[in-house]
């Protein structure tokens, strides 16, 4: 059974708004399986998934996490599950933690919706490869880090992880990213206004956030090359 299966009948559950109580009588079961299969403590039969995806109108490829979309087909962006717009939004042990996740939470929001705007896949799917390849460094180095961990939860090697491999796929979809919008700019020629008067009047709620992303890193990348400077 995919590992994807119990969050899948768990975040179901809650988006419908009802307990674990009321789905397992729904479902036929008893509580305490349902509380087994929500947090992949038991496997269900094929007969239990049948009905789960009937009860919760979904296919069975989205409910064994095998694809995005509920009917098994095209994802919607609708249907991704945003935990950003849950209510009191904090991650656990840490204001540090939350407020940075907002800021960049908020920033990519303004980056994708100008993207969306210009109507160029290639761009969108670049920037998503890029940030994603980002996050899943950043996490790796996270999870190998008390040197513990079986890495075969990972398909890429961890010696090719280290060699690099990331952070030249990286490069590679950056460059497809400035091709794309240079592609877009010779067929098109033109961009949303991108100024701090059309930012502020388009994103009110997040424009602050990518305004102090640009300015903490444009001061970091100058300390750090005056600190280079100094040294030669």
Sequence with gaps: MSSDFPRCL???RQEKGISQRAAAK???ISQAL???YENGVREPGL???VKACNYYNVSADF???RTLSRDGTTIAAEELYDYSSEKDNVLHGSILATLNKKLLVN???VLFDLLGKTGKKEAINAAADYLGTAIYKLFRHLYRADGTQNEDFFSVPARQFMAGIPFADMI???AEYVDALACHVKEKGNFPPMNNDALRESYPGLYQSLLQIIHTTGERVNCRKAARAEKN
């Design 26 to 28: 729904e479902l036929g």
């Design 47 to 49: 007969a239990f998934v």
């Design 10 to 12: 768990s975040l179901l």
């Design 34 to 36: 349902l509380s087994h």
């Design 107 to 109: 920033s990519i929001g």
């Design 63 to 65: 409910l064994l996490g």
């Design 172 to 174: 590679c979809t950056e």
